[in-house]
């Protein structure tokens, strides 16, 4: 049945042709009622859909192999660096669905920060692909240690070495055991990380700075250059950026801004190595169930954890760690370099 606007409109075009042809201006009147008359018929529909509607689903979103922990979590806070057995729930690390395919066949891969976190998960999945492994850690030796049994699970050998990336003298140190010991180094990941908040910018101390800084830039600087002398044509570079760098944190200023930093260094470094064949990209995950949160936010903040992503909870390492793998691998990722990939639960 036709609303009252379209039967005004009718009669407009019906009377212009009963009294001869419609004028210009009548036509342009119907014209403009009837597409009132259809707006307002898609608003009475859509105001209709809306009234029927009691509830709205606002679950967290569980779209993977298995389901995920979700905020609240309890609450607590755990002194620096994190220690991943220390933490509830364990964060999820050894994707028990995730089958390997050989994508990494008789590659070696050196992982900073390989002890917890995204790099327990990384390590695990290399493996499970058919890589070696070098776990560079800084001291969190009991987590180490379970991510060597991890990838010796999976038929691999794996090794371990203690230090602080951002010393270059460690740096080199990593890559000759590496190199020693597991006789390669075709994958460097660059994943070791400090994060600690600042709420009120000029709190942000020059010691609290200058270790982000270190730590996060200095780090990748001097593993990278350690490394280049061993890597060759079809090797990969890949470094942990930050959906920080993309969109900055208000109370993680420092951190934003190495994270960002980490993402230019990305590109441009793709540029120069490009012509050596080695590849070199980024993994920018938003929030992560990972030892660097809960020691770095206070224990209400860590209880709701991700709860603001669209997804309403944080990743676990082992929904990030795949685009790892899918960097690393020459058959799958051989026409990418200089890519930033952000992994950040929705927009």
Known sequence: MPNKLERKADNI???????????????????????????????????????????????????????????????????????????????????????????????VALITGGDSGIGRAVAVLFAREGADVAIAYLSEKADAEATKVAVEAEGRKAILIAGDVSKR????KAVAKTMKELGALDVLVNNAAFQIHSADFADLTEKHFDTTLKTNLYGYFHMTQAALPHLKPGSAIINTGSV???DGSKELVDYSMTKGGI?????????????????????????????????????????????????MRPAQPEEIAPAYVFLASPQMSSYITGEILPIVGGY
């Open 169 to 172: 003298a460690f740096c080199e």
């Open 244 to 246: 920080t760098g993309i």
């Open 13 to 107: 075009t019906e009377s212009g042709k009963k009294g001869g042809k419609a004028s210009a201006s009548q036509k342009k009147e119907a014209a403009g009622k009837a597409a009132q008359a259809a707006q307002r018929s898609i608003q009475e529909k859509v105001d209709a859909d809306d009234r029927r509607k009691t509830t709205t689903d606002t679950r967290p979103m569980q779209g993977g192999a298995r389901i995920y922990p979700i905020p609240p979590f309890p609450k607590q806070h755990h002194p620096k660096p994190g220690m991943e057995h220390a933490i509830n729930p364990a964060p999820m690390y050894d994707a028990p669905f995730y089958k390997g395919s050989g994508k990494l066949d008789g590659k």
């Open 263 to 311: 993402h230019a260094f990305t590109r441009a470094l793709s540029g120069n190595l490009i012509g050596k064949g080695i590849r070199v990209n980024c993994v920018a995950p938003g929030p992560v169930w990972t030892p660097l949160n809960p020691s770095e936010k206070e224990a209400e903040d860590v209880s709701q954890f991700g709860a603001k992503t669209p997804m």
